[in-house]
T-cell receptor
């Protein structure tokens, strides 16, 4: 089954404790992206990657890191989480050629709470 | 700046028709998209418009007017399962997706 898998789905952590949210897709997609979704603000892009070893900042990259060592994986790293990073996070992927059609495939989301 | 506006919330009756509007101001335009998102779930792709006019897909239709920076999503024969948020998004000149905050649609029996 074609899917984007994120882990963990839910996490409560404390300020400053490094964490990683993993994202994996099995569709051989070149493009992957991380979003955060907050009430009233819509989806905001954190980082994206057009292919292996290629990453770029989105609209709200501060406080986050990513890597793209393999095509299927695109982990999101919070080196020192803060309460303002409490949010719902989505990983998404797409074929690069389909970017202009906008059909992104989303993971189920990771709800992160930073105390 | 780039901006996408859509109503925060709408209510409609089962079996009726509802139109969700979206207006946008972006640096360039390479397409407009509608996604559906049920509460607590991931967004799923509904439609894509790049040329002016109406695209019909079953009970859902999407309209675009590039000159007016305007789109709408039309849902017919509403069902309870259509209760969800509907997200409007535009691809700008750099092929980056700009998202609206979403419209929460409440369907009443």
């Amino acid at each position: 089954e074609a899917q984007v898998t994120q882990n963990p789905r839910y996490l409560i952590t404390v300020t400053g404790k490094k964490l990683t949210v993993t994202c994996s897709q099995n569709m051989n997609h070149e493009y992957m992206s991380w979003y955060r979704q907050d009430p009233g603000l819509g989806l905001r892009q954190i980082y994206y990657s057009m292919n292996v070893e290629v990453t770029d900042k989105g609209d709200v990259p501060e406080g986050y890191k990513v890597s793209r060592k393999e095509k299927r994986n695109f982990p999101l790293i919070l080196e020192s989480p803060s309460p303002n990073q409490t949010s719902l996070y989505f990983c998404a992927s797409s074929k690069a050629l389909d970017l202009n059609t906008g059909e992104l495939f989303f993971g189920e989301g990771s709800r992160l709470t930073v105390l | 700046g780039q901006n996408i506006d859509q109503p925060t919330e709408m209510t409609a009756t089962e079996g009726a028709i509802v139109q969700i509007n979206c207006t946008y101001q972006t640096s360039g335009f390479n397409g407009l998209f509608w996604y559906q998102q049920h509460a607590g779930e991931a967004p799923t792709f509904l439609s894509y418009n790049v040329l002016d006019g109406l695209e019909e897909k079953g009970r859902f239709s999407s309209f675009l007017s590039r000159s007016k920076g305007y789109s709408y999503l039309l849902l017919k024969e509403l069902q309870m399962k259509d209760s969800a948020s509907y997200l409007c998004a535009v691809t700008d000149s750099n092929y980056q997706l700009i998202w609206g905050a979403g419209t929460k649609l409440i369907i009443k029996p």
